[in-house]
């Protein structure tokens, strides 16, 4: 099974930028989808962005022209720029990857990193 770890959270100031990493032990080339979700305190874990094996990618209309989700196959990472950031951006973000080994579907969870934007 694959292991995820993220990296690259921290403070920022509202309308600051981070960028988080998500390390895979393995190859992702060929992982259905991997995806940033997000968990404030008191909510429910939330969609961020995906992206398919094949490059198609998706986002919540919170982050849509804000968040890139980009992935580096031959590093096995995923990326999550966030630029213009908000307050209400503050949660854990974790990192997600979906894939099929015959004949069991996976769901695999990164530990979570801290994002927190002061106004």
């Known amino acids: 099974q694959v292991q995820l770890v993220e990296s690259g959270g921290g403070l920022v100031q509202a309308g600051g930028s981070l960028r988080l990493s998500c390390a895979a032990s393995?190859?992702?080339?060929?992982?259905?989808?991997m995806g940033w979700y997000r968990q404030a305190p008191g909510k429910q874990r939330e969609l961020v962005a995906t992206?398919?094996?094949?490059?198609?990618?998706n986002y919540a209309d919170s982050v849509k022209g804000r968040f890139t989700i980009s992935r580096d196959n031959a590093k096995n990472t995923v990326y999550l720029q966030m630029n213009s950031l908000k307050p209400e951006d503050t949660a854990v973000y974790y990192c997600n990857a979906k894939y099929t080994v015959v004949p069991s579907f996976r769901d695999v969870w990164g530990q979570g990193t801290q994002v927190t934007v002061s106004s």
């Open positions: 393995r190859s992702i080339a060929s992982i259905n989808a």
């Open positions: 992206i398919t094996s094949g490059g198609s990618t």
